[in-house]
């Protein structure tokens, strides 16, 4: 099992511009998540999903849009990237919700100038 | 809502001596607690976690975990640090009234020789 991948790994983007962080799990996970992470901040739950078809907003929403029309991907898009939304972003599934052990992807780093 | 206080960003210590991690949590309903460490450049992964039962949680690398409900705490333990513990240590807080996991800001580790 390859668990959770996230691509790209490092991203540039001027401002304005829009993109699709990608999100997959080979783990029939129902429940995934986005966070970003920022010196200081700790992780920031961004969107959630707990099945094909059902998202929901966390801590942080604005600015970020997300789908889940399978089990196994969960991009998040940025409709139009500022330089507030540089982060370091991270995936993560879990078989049992939030009452249960995440697994996270290996991370995208963003920079928008 | 729940919401987590790690009470320091920062934590030195001398390589086998003791540490303790403080993570005290705000919740009206019951929680679940966990502990993830992240590596230099990686993702994060799950220490341990206290779902219901013994309030004390052992998890991996020698880590262990007490919950506490009247002091609403949930501070994680070793007797002994390697300088492979170096890393961020994060405590999180999910319940089952909603599906959101809120993480603290995060706590580093540093192992002084």
């Known amino acids: 099992n390859a668990g959770v991948t996230q691509t790209p790994k490092f991203q540039v983007l001027k401002t304005g511009q829009s993109m699709t962080l990608q999100c997959a799990q080979d783990?029939?996970?129902?429940?995934m998540s986005w966070y970003r992470q920022d010196p200081g901040m700790g992780l920031r739950l961004i969107h959630y999903s707990v099945g094909a078809g059902i998202t929901d907003q966390g801590e942080v929403p604005n600015g970020y849009n997300v789908s889940r029309s399978t089990t196994e991907d969960f991009p998040l898009r940025l409709l139009s990237a500022a330089p507030s939304q540089t982060s370091v972003y991270f995936c993560a599934s879990s078989s049992q919700g939030a009452s249960d052990e995440q697994f996270f992807g290996p991370g995208t780093r963003l920079t928008v100038l | 809502a729940q919401s987590v206080t790690q009470l320091d960003s920062q934590v030195p210590v001398f390589e086998e001596a003791p540490v303790e991690l403080r993570c005290n949590y705000s919740s009206s309903v019951s929680v679940y607690l966990f502990w993830y460490v992240q590596y230099p450049n990686q993702g994060l992964q799950l220490l341990l976690k206290y779902l219901s039962g013994s309030t004390l949680v052992k998890g991996i690398n020698g880590f262990e975990a007490e919950f506490n409900k009247s002091q609403t705490s949930f501070h994680l333990r070793k007797p002994s640090v390697h300088i492979s513990d170096t890393a961020e240590y994060f405590c999180a807080v999910s319940s089952n009234r909603d599906d959101k996991i809120i993480f603290g800001k995060g706590t580093r580790l540093h192992i002084l020789p």
């Open positions: 783990m029939n996970h129902e429940y």
